[in-house]
Nanobody, 125 residues
Framework: VQLQASGGGLVQAGGSLRLSCAAS????????LAWFRQAIGKEREFVAA????????FYADSVKGRFTISRDNAKGTFWLQMNSLQPEDTAVYYC???????????????????WGQGTLVTVSS
């Protein structure tokens, strides 16, 4: 599935942004959906995932309570609502989706097949 991420930008610390990821030509039926991020000089890290099987959401400890992942299957779109943003949240955010991801691989980038192009989030202090 082809993914298109959007919604990044510059925001002050404490502010909010909502990232979107749209699938072209299909829905997310059966897919695990996730967001990762990559800061300059760092490896890509897991942010949040939403499983198709039970709609359970999982978050990195660093964003738990501040970020929310959600989806609209009919629209083929999922989002990452980011609140209380901090400078350490600055990164390029990538959306991704894949079928048949086991729970232990939710945070493993190589387990995902389809990736969006990334959208830059910059949080100023």
């Amino acid at each position: 599935v082809q993914l298109q991420a959007s919604g990044g930008g510059l925001v002050q610390a404490g502010g909010s942004l909502r990232l979107s990821c749209a699938a072209s030509g299909r829905t997310f039926s059966g897919y695990t959906l996730a967001w990762f991020r990559q800061a300059i000089g760092k490896e890509r890290e897991f942010v949040a995932a939403l499983k198709w099987t039970n709609s359970n959401a999982f978050y990195a400890d660093s964003v738990k309570g501040r970020f929310t992942i959600s989806r609209d299957n009919a629209k083929g779109t999922f989002w990452l609502q980011m609140n209380s943003l901090q400078p350490e949240d600055t990164a390029v955010y990538y959306c991704t989706a894949s079928r048949s991801i086991i729970h232990s691989n939710l945070g493993v980038p190589s387990a995902y097949n389809d990736w969006g192009q990334g959208t830059l989030v910059t949080v100023s202090s």
